[in-house]
């Protein structure tokens, strides 16, 4: 979180907008003409009242109000330029901070999307930064204006009559006082408003993803009530900073009304006495307007800044969050060479880990090896740390104990971009975008052409199903696949990675929650690539690993069985009991198949 002085802000938002500069320095070079604009028009006023209207002299009046009118047109120009082209800056830097936000996120660690709610990240890219753009842009635009007019139509001010203007600068002291005052509280309810946003959008996401699941449970009440808990949170808030804002705005203009009753009480008795001519009195007036307005909008636009202020807390946060790379020495592509164009083997050396330094052991002093065109499968109860094994290998966590070795090289030594091109991964939970059934499966890469996607979908046998579909590989799916059967999108995922053109491949439970006919499918794409292909597998049925070079049956985070399926036969323990239970349940059923404890 950034700390310091709200300076700090602008100074980080000014860093963002340098590619704009020209546009920005145009805008600015507007101040003046308008600043000048504003000043010319009271002299103007005092000018026509006394030395025209007062005296009855007509001679020359039009040529002071055509002026007039010139002065106004000018000012309408200088601050329409400057409002166009600063806010054209600002809508330019925000652009590329959503960018930059959006690629960084991209970046961050998987381990990051674990533990943080998707809704939480998403307010950051959309609630947050449409604060800076509607909050922090426009309001310090505004306010920069308003504060430099401000000064200049005092000085303005002093030169007609010193001591009318003492009169407004009397004020000026308490008001600043109490806006400071009012303004660190909006700051702090404005931070506890950004978060109740954050929490309660992150959860209606959850909500909206889960919907069908909540309707069929009847949960519909409990939801509504833990939602309203966090729009509650969300409504007090924002009474609150309602409330300071309301207080701030009504004791400003209190004292502008205050003040120019004073200005008009004393001035009056001034042009009796002939002290003050009477186009002086009018234009004090008449700037008291110009001078409190702003101060009141001031109130308007402080409580706005502090809204983006607090945003700017919550994107800073995203900013801070540790790379995947942070921290750790890598490889550098040069340095690598041509050591990973061709995958050779893995190896897990007394490899230990957990999720966090207070939990317990996931990983047990695993050690194993994988070859090139060799099949390693996994198998265990749940919980025994096999789909943890493909974790650590797609690098979604790195903390590990022991060494990893990937061609010979560790692991945490090489960069995202560098170690997983050698893998494809066939995940449980099917992800599927609104785009067509071609851009599921090639996801847009212009590496992977129409006839590949084609081709790897023939390779899974998910073909047939696509070209009876209206559209064909041009069908578009509806959010997450939900126009498609679970078995369809299956498919669909598992021709996915298979076009990424991965060299291993790794399967995590390929045929769960699928259809008898997808699931042969599947069956049978699996056993094309245990023949084709470098393959670490997750068994959902043991009849699917039956040919791999090396089974792993896992237990508690520790390899109790090694071998291939003959060998773990023969060894007549855990391996040979599952299997002869039955080989049409999941190998993971835990409810069905207890290991053994160690």
Same mark, same amino acid.
């Given at each position: 979180?950034?700390?310091?002085?709200?300076?700090?802000?602008?100074?980080?938002?000014?860093?963002?907008?340098?590619?704009?500069?020209?546009?920005?320095?145009?805008?600015?070079?507007?101040?003046?003409?308008?600043?000048?604009?504003?000043?010319?028009?009271?002299?103007?006023?005092?000018?026509?009242?006394?030395?025209?209207?007062?005296?009855?002299?007509?001679?020359?009046?039009?040529?002071?109000?055509?002026?007039?009118?010139?002065?106004?047109?000018?000012?309408?120009?200088?601050?329409?330029?400057?409002?166009?082209?600063?806010?054209?800056?600002?809508?330019?830097?925000?652009?590329?901070?959503?960018?930059?936000?959006?690629?960084?996120?991209?970046?961050?660690?998987?381990?990051?999307?674990?533990?943080?709610?998707?809704?939480?990240?998403?307010?950051?890219?959309?609630?947050?930064?449409?604060?800076?753009?509607?909050?922090?842009?426009?309001?310090?635009?505004?306010?920069?204006?308003?504060?430099?007019?401000?000064?200049?139509?005092?000085?303005?001010?002093?030169?007609?009559?010193?001591?009318?203007?003492?009169?407004?600068?009397? %004020? /000026?002291? +308490?008001?600043?006082?109490? *806006?400071?005052? $009012?303004?660190?509280?909006? @700051? =702090?309810?404005?931070?506890?408003?950004?978060?109740?946003?954050?929490?309660?959008?992150?959860?209606?996401?959850?909500?909206?993803?889960?919907?069908?699941?909540?309707?069929?449970?009847?949960?519909?009440?409990?939801?509504?009530?833990?939602?309203?808990?966090?729009?509650?949170?969300?409504?007090?808030?924002?009474?609150?900073?309602?409330?300071?804002?309301?207080?701030?705005?009504?004791?400003?203009?209190?004292?502008?009304?205050?003040?120019?009753?004073?200005?008009?009480?004393?001035?009056?008795?001034?042009?009796?006495?002939?002290?003050?001519?009477?186009?002086?009195?009018?234009?004090?007036?008449?700037?008291?307007?110009? %001078? /409190?307005? +702003?101060?009141?909008?001031? *109130?308007?636009? $402080?409580?706005?800044?502090? @809204? =983006?202020?607090?945003?700017?807390?919550?994107?800073?946060?995203?900013?801070?969050?540790?790379?995947?790379?942070?921290?750790?020495?890598?490889?550098?592509?040069?340095?690598?060479?041509?050591?990973?164009?061709?995958?050779?083997?893995?190896?897990?050396?007394?490899?230990?880990?957990?999720?966090?330094?207070?939990?317990?052991?996931?990983?047990?002093?695993?050690?194993?090896?994988?070859?090139?065109?060799?099949?390693?499968?996994?198998?265990?109860?749940?919980?025994?740390?096999?789909?943890?094994?493909?974790?650590?290998?797609?690098?979604?966590?790195?903390?590990?104990?022991?060494?990893?070795?990937?061609?010979?090289?560790?692991?945490?030594?090489?960069?995202?971009?560098?170690?997983?091109?050698?893998?494809?991964?066939?995940?449980?939970?099917?992800?599927?975008?609104?785009?067509?059934?071609?851009?599921?499966?090639?996801?847009?890469?212009?590496?992977?052409?129409?006839?590949?996607?084609?081709?790897?979908?023939?390779?899974?046998?998910?073909?047939?199903?696509?070209?009876?579909?209206?559209?064909?590989?041009?069908?578009?799916?509806?959010?997450?696949?939900?126009?498609?059967?679970?078995?369809?999108?299956q498919l669909i995922s598992f021709a996915r990675a298979v076009a990424q053109g991965g060299q291993v491949m790794m399967l995590d439970e390929a045929t769960s929650s699928v259809d008898s006919v997808t699931e042969n499918l599947i069956q049978r794409a699996i056993s094309r690539l245990f023949k084709e292909r470098t393959v670490i597998a997750i068994a959902h049925r043991l009849s699917t690993i039956r040919h791999s070079d090396t089974i792993l049956v896992l237990d508690q985070g520790r390899i109790v069985e090694q071998g291939n399926h003959e060998q773990l036969l023969a060894q007549n323990g855990v391996y040979a009991g599952l299997l002869q239970q039955t080989d049409d349940e999941p190998a993971s059923h835990q409810a069905r198949y207890e290991l053994p404890k160690l």
């Amino acid at each position: 979180m950034i700390k310091g002085l709200d300076i700090d802000y602008i100074r980080r938002f000014v860093h963002f907008a340098k590619p704009y500069k020209t546009w920005g320095l145009i805008g600015i070079a507007m101040l003046p003409l308008s600043i000048a604009t504003n000043l010319l028009f009271p002299w103007l006023t005092i000018k026509i009242i006394d030395n025209y209207l007062s005296v009855g002299e007509y001679e020359g009046l039009a040529f002071l109000v055509g002026l007039m009118v010139v002065v106004v047109i000018f000012n309408y120009i200088a601050d329409s330029c400057y409002s166009y082209f600063l806010r054209k800056t600002g809508q330019y830097t925000l652009f590329d901070i959503r960018m930059l936000l959006f690629r960084r996120i991209l970046k961050l660690p998987r381990s990051y999307f674990d533990r943080t709610p998707t809704g939480v990240t998403l307010a950051r890219l959309t609630s947050d930064l449409e604060a800076i753009s509607d909050s922090f842009v426009m309001g310090v635009l505004s306010m920069v204006r308003d504060l430099i007019n401000t000064i200049a139509l005092i000085i303005l001010m002093l030169v007609i009559d010193w001591k009318l203007t003492l009169i407004v600068l009397t %004020v /000026f002291p +308490p008001v600043l006082y109490i *806006t400071k005052l $009012i303004r660190n509280k909006l @700051r =702090s309810m404005y931070q506890i408003t950004r978060s109740a946003l954050a929490k309660g959008t992150g959860y209606l996401q959850e909500c909206l993803l889960g919907v069908k699941t909540v309707q069929l449970y009847g949960a519909e009440e409990e939801v509504e009530r833990r939602y309203a808990d966090y729009t509650q949170e969300f409504l007090q808030a924002q009474l609150k900073s309602n409330k300071y804002d309301a207080v701030l705005f009504s004791v400003i203009t209190g004292v502008t009304t205050i003040t120019i009753g004073l200005i008009i009480w004393y001035g009056s008795g001034q042009v009796v006495q002939e002290a003050v001519t009477l186009g002086v009195l009018i234009a004090f007036i008449n700037n008291m307007e110009k %001078v /409190f307005v +702003p101060l009141r909008d001031f *109130t308007g636009q $402080i409580a706005a800044i502090q @809204r =983006s202020f607090a945003a700017f807390d919550h994107i800073d946060e995203l900013f801070q969050e540790p790379l995947e790379e942070d921290g750790r020495e890598l490889i550098s592509k040069d340095a690598l060479g041509d050591r990973l164009q061709t995958f050779q083997s893995l190896e897990f050396k007394d490899v230990s880990f957990r999720y966090a330094k207070d939990a317990p052991w996931v990983l047990k002093n695993l050690s194993f090896r994988l070859d090139k065109g060799h099949q390693l499968a996994l198998v265990g109860t749940t919980g025994s740390g096999k789909s943890t094994i493909l974790r650590l290998i797609s690098k979604v966590y790195q903390d590990y104990e022991g060494s990893i070795l990937l061609n010979g090289i560790e692991l945490s030594s090489l960069s995202i971009e560098d170690a997983m091109p050698l893998f494809s991964l066939m995940q449980q939970d099917v992800t599927l975008f609104e785009e067509s059934i071609a851009f599921n499966i090639g996801l847009g890469k212009p590496s992977i052409g129409d006839e590949q996607i084609r081709e790897a979908a023939r390779y899974v046998y998910a073909d047939g199903f696509i070209k009876a579909l209206p559209g064909g590989y041009d069908m578009a799916l509806s959010g997450n696949g939900g126009n498609l059967s679970a078995g369809q999108t299956q498919l669909i995922s598992f021709a996915r990675a298979v076009a990424q053109g991965g060299q291993v491949m790794m399967l995590d439970e390929a045929t769960s929650s699928v259809d008898s006919v997808t699931e042969n499918l599947i069956q049978r794409a699996i056993s094309r690539l245990f023949k084709e292909r470098t393959v670490i597998a997750i068994a959902h049925r043991l009849s699917t690993i039956r040919h791999s070079d090396t089974i792993l049956v896992l237990d508690q985070g520790r390899i109790v069985e090694q071998g291939n399926h003959e060998q773990l036969l023969a060894q007549n323990g855990v391996y040979a009991g599952l299997l002869q239970q039955t080989d049409d349940e999941p190998a993971s059923h835990q409810a069905r198949y207890e290991l053994p404890k160690l």
